[in-house]
């Protein structure tokens, strides 16, 4: 196999040759990260262009439809001929001209017969892989095609051999006399981005970390087993445990946000924090009682900047029947030694209300020192202003401060 697709007549360029490529691993890049195409075909003398979904396997495309669609009944007999481009868009050009406004963008052609698969091993392959390429990990994560919906689902597979690419990138190509124009000429890049999950109602799982734009380790929660709190990654299904066990107004106290007075209410807290986790601005965990698995309370890392290799800790709470028991120190350290050990952070942080002495006196404990006060840095529930204090610990402070906190978990 040769590292290029030979040009035929139907690929080969008449304009701007020099935007044509036939390079194997440029037009496999474009179609693996492209989720839909477009595809060409002729109906009764008439062309028709659907979009659709496809999955590369090798050196084959595959298309995926419904046997009752009009693709997938042309191609019932011995394939249908067919036309599938892909188009990426990465930027829009802006000229000093129109004729000179343009894209940069990165597309593929595809040109062939493409057969129907009535190899059921075959087509349940392509299936699966369709599933992983919208998270790698899907389909061992989700419910296989049953007998019935193979029959009703209609897979193409497309040999990859009449194949072009064309690409378009760089800056604005004006005419001489166009540059002293006074109109503004640039190039405004375009990415696609994935947006928060939505999780379906009745769903207690997180979102899974194969999904498209999942943070990095820096906002992934994972779990973290101690003797005293097992901290596992936040999920709608904790809502209910969590309501029960923070039902409690001095829990609440010093917190920026008001008591729920119903788990649908807390639900929605949860659920605001899920979507900042997306976002990439807190990692967040259920803490669970170990031995009888009951949900105790919640706590997240916050303000995260693995540029800086900085996060804060906090929006914690745990009920209190867990008050002075060694599951906050436990807690602490297990996620401690994550944002140190296994992040590389330099610098971990709390915020805490100046009100709030218990938690000033807890933060210290843990080895932190009391960098400074941050004045009316937000609003309380009952609208007074909040003076925020900032505790912190280095890198450089961090193991005389986990040998303090072993040894007192041991003696404990």
Known sequence: MTDLYPPTERTTATRTRSRMHYERETAHTILDEAYDCAVGFVVDGEPRVLPNLHVRIDDTLYLHGSTGGRLGLTARADGVSVCVTVTLVDGLVYGRSQFHHSANYRSVVVLGVARPVTDENEKRRVLGALADKVGNGRSADSRPPSRQELAQTSVLALPLVEVSVRVRAGGVIDDPGDLDLPHWAGVLPLRQVAGSPLTEPGVGAAPPAYLPGHPSQWQTPVVLEGRHVRLEPLAPAHVEGLFEALDDEEVWRHLPSHRPSSPEQLAEEVDAALRNQWLGHQSCWAQIDPVSGVVIGMTTYHDIDSS?????????????????????????????????????????????????????????????????????????PDGTWRDTVLFAMTADEWPAAARRLRDRLAAG
């Open 308 to 380: 800086r290799r900085s996060l804060g800790i906090g929006h914690t709470m745990v009920g209190r029947k867990w008050w002075r028991t060694g599951v906050n120190t436990e807690a602490k350290l297990m996620l401690l030694e994550r944002a140190f050990d296994v992040l590389g952070a330099e610098r971990v942080f709390w915020y805490t209300d100046v009100r709030n002495d218990r938690s000033q006196q807890a933060i210290a404990r843990l080895g932190a020192s009391r960098d400074g006060m941050i004045r009316h840095q937000r609003l309380r």
